[in-house]
């Protein structure tokens, strides 16, 4: 995978609480769904981001467009 051809397509976010001046966040991404549309790989992700306690902080969803180079 190219990774310059990739275009980020959407993002959204969903907060347990704010993020903290200080806090060390770890955050685990996941592919959550791979698909094609006319040649272009459709890649969704989502990432768990949680506190150095393990508890939530946010998780983030997002749609990433890998186009096709040539052949």
Known sequence: MDLFRIIHGEQRF???RP???GDTLTATLTV???RQIGGADII???S???D???AP???AKA????TGGAS
């Open 14 to 16: 969903a907060y347990e």
């Open 63 to 66: 749609t990433l467009v890998h």
């Open 52 to 54: 150095a306690d393990g």
């Open 19 to 21: 993020v903290r001046i």
């Open 48 to 50: 768990a981001i949680h």
């Open 57 to 59: 902080v946010c998780t």
């Open 32 to 34: 959550a769904s791979l």
């Open 44 to 46: 969704g992700t989502s």
